[in-house]
């Protein structure tokens, strides 16, 4: 099974984490890529991440900036700010950690309270989103440790073998 597709199974049968469990905030320090497999970079605990250097942002981050940008904006409003009825993921992602994102995103949520009625809608059934999940998350962890800034990257590294294979593989092309 392809690693990210275990990734995504593994998160979504995790369970839902205790409300009063905080997460450390994310930092562009914790970010920092310590690995790479073939254009895709890990931080120190494994968990995928940016590099951005010199104004370049790798293809996943750039990839991800292009996928949210194509379904998640409208609700989450451009560059991860949010609007009236979605969080501003730019914000929110400082304190989540990939499983939850992962999770979230393949199996959707409902927040009720206060009046007011949230709901995310499952993406666990979209290519075009759950085969790009790693990327998204990278764009948005970017956003959130304010390593890239708003608006399309001027520059970006190469697609790698690797992403085309896995894209390719994922989106059975």
């Known amino acids: 099974m392809n690693s990210r597709l275990l990734a995504l199974a593994v998160a979504v049968t995790l369970p839902v984490l205790n409300p009063s469990h905080v997460l450390s905030a994310d930092t562009k320090e914790k970010a920092a890529a310590a690995s790479e497999e073939d254009g895709k970079f890990f931080d120190a ?5 940016f590099k951005i250097e010199n104004g370049t942002v790798d293809w996943y981050t750039f990839s991800g900036y292009r996928r949210y940008h194509s379904d998640c904006h409208v609700c989450h409003g451009p560059d ?10 730019a914000e ?4 989540m950690d ?3 994102f992962l999770s979230i995103v393949a199996e959707g949520r409902q927040n009720v309270g206060g009046g007011k009625e949230n709901v995310m809608p499952a993406f666990g059934d979209n290519k ?6 790693d990327d998204i998350y990278i764009y948005l962890r970017a956003r959130a440790v304010d390593a890239a800034p708003r608006g ?3 520059n970006k590294a190469d697609k790698p073998q690797g992403a085309k294979d896995y894209e390719a593989s994922c989106m059975g092309g």
């Open 92 to 95: 929110s992602m400082k304190n």
């Open 98 to 100: 990939y499983p939850t």
């Open 80 to 89: 991860g700010v949010g609007s009236s009825y979605a969080p501003a993921l």
């Open 45 to 49: 605990e494994g968990t995928p991440t």
């Open 152 to 154: 399309r990257p001027p």
């Open 128 to 133: 075009n989103v759950y085969c790009y999940l």
